[in-house]
């Protein structure tokens, strides 16, 4: 059974910073492309950063130079750092996991960036 399970969300005033983790579990992590997702109220679900399985990264334009994605195979985890933080950065984020046809989603974790 694939699980993703995501944590660190929580309420951060603009400017601060969030470490978001995504825990993978019943599949090969190694061989998996990783991504964070989100969806704002009212909005469509958006890539915000993708990490391939060597260990590429794209990141979306709205977050370049403020979001950090990794990875670590060995504790089958993708991270996101979230730095400067922006009120209009506050959705749910999700993780997904990518490999050919296979597509796996957790359940997301609430950012609520605001003072």
């Known amino acids: 059974q694939v699980q993703l399970v995501e944590s660190g969300g929580g309420l951060v005033q603009p400017g601060g910073s969030l470490r978001l983790s995504c825990a993978a579990s019943g599949i090969i992590f190694r061989i998996y492309g990783m991504g964070w997702y989100r969806q704002a109220p009212g909005k469509e679900r958006e890539l915000v950063a993708f990490i391939t399985s060597g260990g590429s990264t794209n990141h979306a334009d709205p977050v370049k130079g403020r979001f950090t994605i990794s990875r670590d195979n060995a504790k089958n985890t993708v991270y996101l750092q979230m730095n400067s933080l922006k009120p209009e950065d506050t959705a749910v984020y999700y993780c997904?996991?990518?490999?050919?046809?296979?597509?796996?989603w957790g359940k997301g974790t609430l950012v609520t960036v605001s003072s």
């Open positions: 997904n996991a990518q490999r050919l046809t296979m597509d796996y």
